[in-house]
């Protein structure tokens, strides 16, 4: 009697087993394409990978694991693409007329003439920030976004020429914000999608692998630019700058910025933006108007055998890891720690440092007033200290940029930063840029010339510089440096 019993539940037990089972199988083959083939493992994942919340690990649903363990992109690609958008920019540009032009409608020797270049964008929120890169928007008189059909009047709310990123805003609610994922711990091999807008298109989609990170391939502006691309094989041509890189969970990774290419076509290496340093240029640029970039107080560099060969350096069996610190600012963080030229620095926040790209990335993560240890080799002795990360002032206070525009120069003016007045050696400056129609252009003054002095007086601001060019006559000469590092003057007659 009782082992009569003992089998009944037993075959009772069983049969509620199987029932599950069989539910669970119909389920993920209910759910899962048509000729996609599901391995053993595919159910096991299916039928014991799930939470309390109905899900399985990673957030995925049965539906997302099958599609995603048999390589299909169908679920990152329905999650992405409507969250990118296309970006309209359009500029006015002065030309001049010629005899048909002033013959035939009376006008004058200029005119003004329309011009409207694109890209694309990614919803970053869904109340109406998109992101794109800096080089989509540049020299835009108005900007229009394009989702799903519906244009929108776009207002730029900073850029961020070093790392070619800019931030919009449209106004527009509950917006599909894309999912935002992590650079950090994407590896090379993974498979990515790049999803771009390009020519105001249906959302294009391209698939490949990450085939490297950490890459500087020298493209970017600004005198301290931040390059650790993301570089892939998923095919990223014209038209899809500024859209989204994701992974196989339809993840924001990174944002598509350059490709490698001798023709302007796709030629196998396209390059995005670590989403880790995207997110903290954003949020900089919706709080404050402008990124709180981090400065360690120093510059380094790659090391080689070259350079060790070069700069006879000491290193154990070979050794060529880490970065080299060959400036030193005065009185910076780096300074300040006890560091010195020449110290080989290995670790930040004992997180390893193989090259200037990825030193360049982490310190990119941090803001003024953030403390880090920095780990380095001296003298064969390895050596751990901390230090404050500031800001471009050497403070670690938010900072807002103050850009003066003068009509009459016909020019935008600013004060360099004391980060940039040490590495160049100068003691003041004001920087010249977006010069248009006036007495700058007349001058025939470089685009990003640092002017230093007028007649030998010292110029410390934009309203010194303003208030003696404007009151000057007879002979000017101006002293500064280029935008290259070259001092140079330029001599002029009022």
Known sequence: ???????????????????????????????????????????????????????????????????????????????????????????????????????????????????????????????????????????????????????????????????????????????????????????????????????????????????????NINILEGKFPIESFIQTDAAINPGNSGGALVNKKGELVGINTAILSRTGSYAGYGFAVPVDIVRKIVNDLIRYGEVQKAFFGGEVYDIDSDLVERLELKVDDNDLSGVLLGYLQKDGPANTAGLEEGDILTAIDDEPINSKSEFDEIIGYHTPGDKVSITFRRNNRTVSKPLVLTNREGTTKILKRAVYSSKSLGANLEVVPKVERDYLNIESGVRISNIQRGLIRQMQISEGFIVTSINNERIDSPEEFIKILESIRGRVLIRGVSKDGVRGYYNFYF
Not at 204 to 209: K, L, N
Request: glycine content about 10%; cysteine-free; aromatic content about 10%.
């Open 1 to 215: 009697m009782k082992k009569t019993f003992i089998i009944t539940i037993v075959g009772f037990l069983s049969g509620i087993l199987g029932a599950y089972t069989f539910h669970q199988l119909h389920t993920v083959s209910s759910t899962t394409p048509k000729g996609t083939l599901l391995t053993h493992t595919d159910f096991s994942r299916a039928l014991f990978a799930k939470n309390k919340g109905g899900q399985h690990r990673y957030g995925r649903t049965m539906k997302e694991a099958a599609l995603e363990d048999n390589g299909d992109f169908v679920v990152a690609s329905e999650t992405s693409t409507n969250s990118v958008v296309f970006i309209k920019n359009i500029s006015e540009k002065n030309y001049r007329r010629n005899y048909f032009d002033w013959f035939f409608d009376g006008g004058g020797s200029s005119g003004v003439q329309e011009e409207v270049s694109s890209g694309s964008g990614v919803i970053f929120s869904e109340d109406g920030y998109i992101v794109t890169n800096n080089h989509v928007i540049s020299e835009a008189n108005r900007l229009e976004v394009v989702h799903n059909k519906k244009t929108y009047k776009a207002t730029l709310i900073g850029k961020d020429p070093s790392t070619d990123l800019a931030v919009l805003k449209i106004e527009a609610k509950k917006l599909p914000a894309i999912k935002i994922g992590s650079s950090k711990t994407l590896h090379v091999g993974e498979w990515v999608l790049a999803v771009g807008n390009p020519f105001n298109l249906t959302s294009t989609v391209t698939a490949g692998i990450v085939s490297a990170k950490g890459r």
